[in-house]
T-cell receptor, first 115, second 111 residues
Framework: GAGVSQSPRYKVAKRGQDVALRCDPI?????LFWYQQALGQGPEFLTY????????KSGLPSDRFFAERPEGSVSTLKIQRTQQEDSAVYLC?????????????FGDGTRLSIL | EDQVTQSPEALRLQEGESSSLNCSYT??????LFWYRQDPGKGPEFLFT???AGEEKEKERLKATLTKKESFLHITAPKPEDSATYLC????????????FGAGTRLTVKP
């Protein structure tokens, strides 16, 4: 597709379950980012990939959060033993190269609700 | 610590009533300042990148400007379809390409 695609669009899980969120970046984009957005707030950085290498995971809130991009294209964000505070919109973004300053293009996110 | 503050939190305008949104930032070594538009249930949509003080960019009814401490998004003669949340983000010199966002300004334009 032409843009960043995320699935599922909505995910409801019970507390303690594991979830996996998928991101298909724009084809050929080297950089991939995950952000978390709480209601009424701006996105907050979680982690950054350059191709398959995870160069920054400083924003991951706990060791229950894990992200991968094994072949340098599709990425998965996994949350283990979900908690209610994990409820948020998870956004994926990609940018063309490895240099900074390039605009990041976002998907429409996955809205995660933990019951 | 890098900080981005947007004001006002919410703004209601009549169609055709021009105004400005503010983004104040504190960052060590600005690499770029970004403006995005976000509609409900959608991801942020890229509008502009500004790199240095004095730079300006325009797109239709929107014009973004940058100083060393803040950026303004000027909206001229807005239309109802301009209603959205406008997000400002900065990329700092010490960052690993990630962006720090403000909380956004929720703009409503009434016909």
């Amino acid at each position: 597709g032409a843009g960043v695609s995320q699935s599922p669009r909505y995910k409801v899980a019970k507390r303690g379950q594991d979830v996996a969120l998928r991101c298909d970046p724009i084809s050929g984009h080297v950089s991939l980012f995950w952000y978390q957005q709480a209601l009424g707030q701006g996105p907050e950085f979680l982690t950054y990939f350059q191709n398959e290498a995870q160069l920054d995971k400083s924003g991951l809130p706990s060791d229950r959060f894990f992200a991968e991009r094994p072949e340098g294209s599709v990425s998965t964000l996994k949350i283990q033993r979900t908690q209610q505070e994990d409820s948020a919109v998870y956004l994926c973004a990609s940018s063309q190269g490895a240099r900074s300053n390039q605009p990041q293009h976002f998907g429409d996110g996955t809205r995660l609700s933990i019951l | 610590e890098d900080q981005v503050t947007q004001s006002p939190e919410a703004l209601r305008l009549q169609e055709g009533e021009s105004s400005s949104l503010n983004c104040s930032y504190t960052v060590s070594g600005l690499r770029g300042l970004f403006w995005y538009r976000q509609d409900p249930g959608k991801g942020p949509e890229f509008l502009f990148t500004l790199y240095s003080a004095g730079e300006e960019k325009e797109k239709e009814r929107l014009k973004a400007t940058l100083t060393k401490k803040e950026s303004f998004l000027h909206i001229t003669a807005p239309k109802p379809e301009d209603s959205a949340t406008y997000l400002c983000a900065v990329q700092a010199g010490g960052s690993n390409n990630d962006m720090r966002f403000g909380a956004g300004t929720r703009l409503t334009v009434k016909p």
